[in-house]
């Protein structure tokens, strides 16, 4: 009579155990699954980002994967970006010359950081100062942004640059976030320059 009791017992201990071990193949199984399903989502979701300056643009823009079908987004995406592109003061030169490049495709950064913090030093040193007032913006495709506008620079009180200028930037988007790949330099701004300089010395004799 022991004797069945104690098989009985090991039954039913057996049988506990393997009701354990298929219910953990089962949870595993589903959280695998629920894995999958969060992986899909989240890739067919719309991309949400926030403007350095969101502040300045009240709120986050919703985009399309490529961000094709919202120019607008692009465009408010492109403003920030124009704004640390061109705009500084010896005080701030260098840090918006870092957050510019954060900005950059890691190809792009990798090409131009060094140049950059070079330039921006040195701007600070100089107590360059540099301001520009957008006039036009135009995005193609989501990914370039043709920029017009007003650009001044001053070393220290002096001002040493005004011209009207024209650029565009190019985007790519890496992991659904455009990233800049190209920008135009400011061509016109050496002969303003030049031309304010010589004015400069006119004056003066």
Sequence with gaps: MKKTKYINLLANESGKSQNWMLMSFFLMGFC?????????TINEMPVKL????FHKNKGVIETTKNGTDNQTYIQL??????????????Q???KRSKQLVNRFTPELAVNTKASLQDQAEQNKEDQITQSFLVQTLKSRDGREVLVSGHLRRWEGEELISDSLIKFAI???YIDDIPLIINFTPFEEEETITRKLN??????VK
């Design 50 to 53: 926030v403007p350095y300056d």
């Design 170 to 172: 190019s985007y790519e």
């Design 32 to 40: 695998v699954f629920l894995g999958y399903l969060l992986k899909t």
């Design 198 to 203: 010589e004015i400069n010395k006119v004056g």
């Design 92 to 94: 701030n030169s260098v």
């Design 77 to 90: 995406i492109a403003r920030s970006d124009i704004d640390l592109l061109t705009q500084f003061s010896p």
